[in-house]
Each structure stands twice: as C-alpha cells, then as structure tokens.
C-alpha cells in the first residue's frame, strides 16, 4: 500500500492536543470517524519502523565564539617580549666569536719592538680616530706612529707577562719615549690601567710588512699657527716637502709641523736622526696614511 506523507491530527482528550511531525511518515492525527480508528491500527504497525527511527542528535561541538580583540597596548608588549634581535642569533654557517675579540691565531710576522705603553680613554673615547672610525675604548685597539691601520699586533706587559691582541686604528703617541697607546679594554687586560705606562714587547701578527710604505717626521706641533708657519718657512729653504697639518685634540686644534715623505721607515729614521743632530729637534717618525681625515691623527 502507499501512503503519501499527509497531516493527520488526533485529539485525546478535550484539555490537550499533541502534534508529532516526522518527515517520510504520517506524523500527525485530526479528528476522525471511530472506523478510521482500525484502519489507522493496522497501518501503524506498517509505519512502526519509521515512527522508531528518532532523529540522531549532533554531537559537534558548536562553533566557539570569536575572542575578543586583543588590546593594542597588550600586542605591544607582547611583541617586545618575544622580540629577538638578530644580530644576536648564531650563524648556522660560521662558527661563533668571542665579541670585539680580534682573532690571536695569526703567525708572528717576525718584527718585534720593546718600549714603553701608555692608554687612552676618555676624552678620546667616541672621537674619530686616525683611520676614519670612532673611537671606543672598550674595544681592543690601539694607536701607534707607523704600523699600518689594521695591523694585529700582541702586546706583552714585561713586569706580568699578560697579553693581549689589538688592532691598529690610530696614529700616536707623540711622546718621547713611548711606542704604543693602548685603549683602555686593552689596558686593562694587561694591568696596566693603574700604573698608566708600563714596559711592554709589541709583536706584529700576519704576514704584514710594517716598514714599508711613505714616512715623514713630525718635528713641532703649536697651539698658535703662526709659530708653525715661522718653522715651516725656516727649515723650507733646506729641506723638502714641509707641510702643516691641523689637528683637532679634546684640548684644542694643534698645528704640527711635518718634513719629508721618505720611503721605508729605516730611512724615515735615519733622516730623523739627522734633524735633531742638525737642528735640535725630538722628531717623531710617523707613516703618511693615504687619505687620513683632518684632525684623525692623535
């Protein structure tokens, strides 16, 4: 027999009326004549397989509900919490080194001095240095007359036997009777921060020839231009090329008087010698850095 789905209602009693909707099946009883009644008896025994079959529940999870946003002032800070810098991270390719540590496995070069070491901080610190940089003295360099910029060198304190590794970045010290201006990093790695100069043996690292190159020598540095113009026009009609150059120290600008450009620094030397035995004159022999800043040199 077939029944297409149709609306049948029922009424059990006068106080309460019941409707059931089920799809596919007579699903809701009307008032009816009572030899309906049969009828409808033996047909729910044919559609008591569909009245059995109850609707499954869902049992997924309803959808969560959408955070609410986060406030910007929290991002912020999240953000600076996480934060990595990556300066900091490691290379995957190059194996990690020691920070502002120059690398002390390089060969002797074989040139070796011995001579007094003084340091320097403030108030260079953060000022240009000879070879165009600035200046930190919390890094291991140093200043020296005429070893190449770049140049590493070891520097032993002789009353300790403490070492340390620096580089060149610097012209100096124009003082008599020192060699070497160690930063104040380097200083203090060699104890020499309290005593302030100390004796010491500079080795050159790499394969760096320290004695070649152009030389002069410094023969007077004035606060007032005028007296370093006098000396430069005096030794001028003996000696050739004279020049002045200005440079700007924490104390003032100084004028230094310079003579020659003489190559290799044995040669730069021996013409030293010949100045002071001529004219009197401390002379300092010091390399000529190609393109060097006014007021870089120390």
């Known amino acids: 027999m077939k029944i297409s789905p149709e609306t049948v209602s029922v009424t059990l009693d006068s ?8 799809p596919g099946c007579l699903s809701h009883f009307s008032r009816t004549p009572l030899f ?17 079959r109850k609707p499954i529940a869902d049992r997924r999870q309803p959808p ?61 610190h953060g000022r240009h240095a000879s ?16 070893l190449p910029f770049e140049t590493m060198v070891r520097v032993t304190n002789l009353n300790n036997g403490k070492s340390t590794v620096v580089r060149i970045t610097d012209r100096g010290p124009f003082v008599d009777n020192r060699i070497i201006d160690l930063s104040f990093a380097a200083a203090q ?18 394969g760096v020839d320290p004695t070649a190159g ?24 003996s000696y050739s090329p004279i020049f002045i150059q200005q440079y700007d120290s924490p104390d003032g600008i100084f004028y230094r008087v310079r ?26 022999v010091t390399r000529l850095d190609d393109g060097t800043p006014a007021g870089g040199s120390r």
């Open 189 to 206: 790695e060699v104890d020499s921060v309290g005593p302030g100069v100390v004796p010491v043996r500079v080795e050159v690292l790499g």
């Open 131 to 146: 070879n165009g940089e600035i200046y930190d003295m919390y890094k291991l360099t140093a200043a020296h007359r005429t």
């Open 259 to 284: 003579v020659g450009k003489i190559s290799g620094e044995d040669a730069a030397h021996q013409f030293g010698e010949q100045l002071h035995d001529r004219e009197g004159f401390t002379p300092f």
């Open 15 to 22: 106080r309460k009326h019941v409707s059931q909707r089920q």
């Open 64 to 124: 969560p509900a959408q955070p609410s946003e986060t406030p910007a002032e929290t991002a912020d800070a999240a953000k600076r919490s996480t934060a990595v810098d990556a300066s900091d991270m490691p290379s995957a390719s190059a194996p990690s080194t020691k920070r502002n540590k120059p690398a002390a496995a390089l060969a002797s070069s074989g040139y070796t001095e011995e001579g007094n070491a003084s340091w320097y901080g403030v108030p260079f």
């Open 214 to 237: 152009f030389f002069t020598v410094q023969v007077g540095a004035f606060r007032d231009r005028s007296n370093a113009e006098r000396l430069r026009d005096r030794l001028n009609a």
């Open 36 to 52: 309906v009644h049969f009828a409808l008896s033996v047909l729910s025994v044919y559609f008591s397989g569909c009245a059995a």
